[in-house]
């Protein structure tokens, strides 16, 4: 009787346990660089954390909480691999979520790696992160550089124009764009000459010199991949110097309202740009989520919103579809994971890790004393990737 007794005893103590354990909130690790680039990510924030509540006030994920613990990486490499660590170690996230800059996130996703600790990388946008760099535990939400060039392209081929100037932030995300567009122009319009190339460094660009070099190649037309104060910048100085007069220019993001927004009448009209245009976007899920949004925070969305809202779904929807936190069973449940988000539905690729989700393209032009995009598109990611064949020779085999 004592002994039945005892193992009555440890079978409850098992099952306290185990009941304990699964009303313990999941922990996801989310790391950016909210110091330096406050304009994207305070919006992603709110939106990571809208997301949050959803999952939290509908249950959860298997009846428990999603809790995320946040920290600041200082937009540096080193300093975002060590709060990848103390994330992992310390605070036994998970999951790892986040980052901005691309040679931050690829550091990151170096760690992931080496942990075998899943990474949904929210932002970054250089290629390497799916392709080149490529691995087993890391995903990517927004459309790459590769992919938002490419959606620029065909209006770009379509112009004619031979002298191109390139403008970009000296660093992986700049690189990797200038790389793919300079590729994808020359496959669509062979005779295309590139007659200058300026890279100053991201957050120090000398925009007076930078107006006059690309001035002083008397370009046809330009292709930048600047953002943030440096687009400002630019702007100011190319307006002033009279550098967009008469040229065609395409821009990756500077569409998006947290760099639009800031230009108000210096807005260089009829560039070609991706961005964001949110107030004018009718489509139901969209409305919904604007709607939530505005509820919750008294502000209008940008596009940061938009990008940690689906990237906290994406990872409470790996979760349910695992059934577990297992690295391994979280990974097979990313593969091919089809989730809703304020743009449709987006697919996270098998192939390559890389979601579908796309971008929308349009010209900037003036409203009110304001940048607006118009005449905009929303172009799907899934028809701006690389051939399944060419993805397998990028990426590294696993």
């Known amino acids: 009787m004592a002994s039945m007794k005892r ?8 099952l306290w346990v185990g009941l304990a354990q699964a009303q313990q909130p999941i922990r996801i690790g989310e790391l950016n660089s909210y ?15 809208l997301a949050m509540e959803e999952v939290n006030a509908a249950g959860g994920v298997a009846g428990r909480k999603i809790e995320v613990i946040s920290r600041d990486d200082n937009g540096n490499p080193g300093d975002a691999v060590r709060v990848a660590e103390e994330l992992a170690s310390r605070e036994q996230v998970q999951v790892l979520m986040g980052t901005f800059a691309s040679h931050v996130g690829l550091a990151v996703s170096d760690f992931a790696r080496q942990r075998k600790l899943p990474f949904l990388a929210a932002e970054p946008l250089s290629d390497k992160l799916v392709w080149d760099n490529g691995n087993h535990y890391t995903f990517r939400l927004r459309a790459s550089t590769y992919m938002q060039t490419a959606m620029l392209i065909p209006e770009a081929a379509r112009l004619k124009k031979k002298r191109w100037a390139i403008v970009y932030p000296n660093y992986e995300y700049g690189q990797s764009a200038a790389d793919a567009f300079r590729k994808l ?29 690309l001035a002083s190649a008397k370009p046809d037309a330009i292709f930048s991949a600047l953002f943030g104060a440096d687009l400002a910048k630019f702007v100011r100085e190319g307006n002033t110097r009279g550098l967009f007069r008469g040229r065609e220019v395409f821009n990756l993001l500077a569409g998006e309202p947290e760099y639009l927004d800031p230009l108000k009448d210096e807005t260089p009209e009829g560039w070609t740009v991706t961005g964001y ?9 969209h409305k919904k989520f604007v709607e939530a949004y505005r509820k ?3 502000d209008y969305p940008r596009l940061g919103s938009v990008v940690g809202y689906a990237a906290l779904h994406s990872v409470a929807a790996a979760l349910r579809k695992a059934g577990s936190t297992e690295p391994e069973k979280f990974i097979a449940a990313m593969r091919d994971l089809n989730i809703d988000t304020p743009f449709g539905k987006i697919t996270y690729r098998a192939l390559d890790h890389q979601s579908t989700m796309g971008a929308y393209v349009g010209k900037l032009a003036k409203r009110d004393g304001k940048g607006v995009m118009v005449d905009w598109v929303y172009r799907d990611g899934r028809s701006y990737l690389p051939s399944d064949d060419e993805v397998k020779k990028l990426r590294p085999t696993e």
């Open 296 to 298: 919750r925070w008294n």
């Open 185 to 213: 122009l020359k496959a669509r319009q062979p005779d295309v000459e590139f007659v200058a190339e300026q890279a100053p460094p991201l957050g120090k660009i000398d925009a007076g010199a930078t107006v006059q070099a």
């Open 7 to 14: 193992i009555l005893a440890a079978a409850a103590a098992v």
């Open 35 to 49: 110091k330096g680039f406050p304009a994207f990510l305070e919006p992603y924030r709110k939106g990571w954390q």
């Open 277 to 285: 245009p949110w107030s004018e976007i009718a489509s139901p899920e």
